[in-house]
């Protein structure tokens, strides 16, 4: 068998099928993590976590075969809006831990972009940065 052929096989197994995306790679990466921990885990909590796993990593392939790529993206999409909340979640309860002795957090209540006041600024009018709303805080 020439290298060509091999690889032509392994492109008509995947032609008109959906393939890896974020989320595929997100859930091979979780499984893997959770896959770890059930081989650390000596015990009937390890081969749960050992059958999570496998299922996981059934259910990324799945997709990967697809032949829904409309449906698949959709999945996609809602997994990278969920990771962008956990994300600027981390990020704002950083920032509050570093700066919160300092400064009060507000978020702007169109937009949901978080401002940071001096503490004892006492009350101010908060124009937001971004989408230019103005409200009233007590800093
Ligand atoms: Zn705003």
């Known amino acids: 068998m020439k290298k060509g052929t091999i690889k032509n096989a392994i492109g008509g197994l ?14 091979l990466i ?20 050992m059958g999570i796993a496998t299922g996981l990593i059934i259910y990324a392939y799945v997709r990967m075969m697809s032949k829904k790529p409309q ?3 959709e999945e996609n999409r809602v997994y990278l809006y969920r990771r962008n909340s956990v994300l600027a979640f981390f990020k704002i309860t950083w920032r509050k831990l ?7 957090f507000f978020k702007c209540p ?6 940071r006041i001096p503490k004892g600024a006492g009350t101010v009018q908060i124009t937001c940065p971004k989408c230019g709303e ?3 805080k007590k800093a």
């Open 14 to 27: 995947f032609r008109g099928r959906y393939g890896a995306d974020q989320y595929g790679r997100f859930l």
């Open 30 to 49: 979780f499984a893997l993590i959770i896959m770890v921990i059930g081989m650390i885990t000596n015990n009937v909590a390890g081969t749960i976590l």
């Open 71 to 73: 449906k698949r993206r």
């Open 98 to 104: 570093k700066e919160g002795r300092s400064y009060k």
């Open 110 to 115: 169109k937009c949901a972009i978080v401002v």
């Open 134 to 136: 103005k409200f009233i």
